[in-house]
């Protein structure tokens, strides 16, 4: 499950960051973008 967003994935789309939270790429795409 990811952290950030609540979503139940299951593709390699899944990373693992921050200190052990799970998050997605849609979420990391998000939060990236905040910071470009």
């Known amino acids: 499950m990811c952290d ?3 979503k139940l994935k299951h593709t ?3 990373r693992q960051a921050f200190g052990g939270i799970h ?3 849609q ?3 998000k ?3 905040l910071y470009v």
């Open 4 to 6: 950030t967003c609540g």
């Open 12 to 14: 390699d789309g899944m």
């Open 27 to 29: 979420c990391i795409d």
């Open 31 to 33: 939060i990236l973008a």
């Open 23 to 25: 998050i997605c790429d």
